[in-house]
C-alpha cells in the first residue's frame, strides 16, 4: 500500500513539473504578442490591394484574426476559464462581423436573410458559451 502511495505521489509531482515547464514566461508571451501585431499589419496592408466591399471584409477578417489569437495568446499565459470563455467570445464576434460584412455585397430579400443568417449564427454561438458555463 506504501508502495502504491508513493507511486501516486510522484507521478503526481512530474505531472505538476511537467504542467509548470509549458507554462509561458513573459519573454514568450510579449514576443507572440509582437507577432500578432505584426500579423495583423500584414494583413491588413495585403487588403488595401482590394477595392470596394471586398476590403471592407478582408480588413474585418485581419482584426477578427488579431483578436482571436490574442485572447488564445491569453488563455496560453494565464489559462483560466474566463480566458477560454474570451477566446469563444472573440470568435464568435470575428465571425459575425466577417458575415455581416459579407452581406454588404447582396441586395434586397437575400441581403435580409443574409443579416439574419448572420445573427442567428452569433446567438446561437452565445446560447451555446452560456450553456458551457
Given at each position: ?21 509549458s507554462a ?19 494583413n ?15 480588413h474585418k477578417?485581419?482584426k477578427?484574426?488579431?483578436?482571436v489569437a490574442?485572447?488564445e ?10 480566458h ?13 462581423e466577417v ?8 441586395k ?10 448572420a ?15
Amino acid at each position: 500500500m506504501k508502495k502504491h502511495l508513493l507511486m501516486i505521489a510522484i507521478a503526481s509531482t512530474c505531472c505538476l513539473v511537467a504542467g509548470q515547464a509549458s507554462a509561458m514566461t513573459q519573454d514568450e508571451y510579449k514576443v507572440a504578442k509582437e507577432k500578432i501585431e505584426a500579423d495583423y499589419k500584414v494583413n491588413k496592408t495585403q487588403c488595401d490591394t482590394l477595392k470596394d466591399n471586398a476590403k471592407d471584409v478582408c480588413h474585418k477578417e485581419a482584426k477578427g484574426k488579431e483578436a482571436v489569437a490574442k485572447a488564445e495568446l491569453e488563455q496560453q499565459y494565464k489559462p483560466s476559464d474566463k480566458h477560454a470563455r474570451d477566446v469563444q467570445e472573440e470568435k464568435i464576434k470575428a465571425n459575425y462581423e466577417v458575415a455581416k460584412e459579407k452581406c454588404d455585397d447582396l441586395k434586397g430579400d437575400s441581403k435580409s436573410a443574409c443579416e439574419k443568417q448572420a445573427k442567428a449564427d452569433q446567438d446561437r454561438g452565445k446560447a451555446e458559451l452560456r450553456a458551457m458555463k
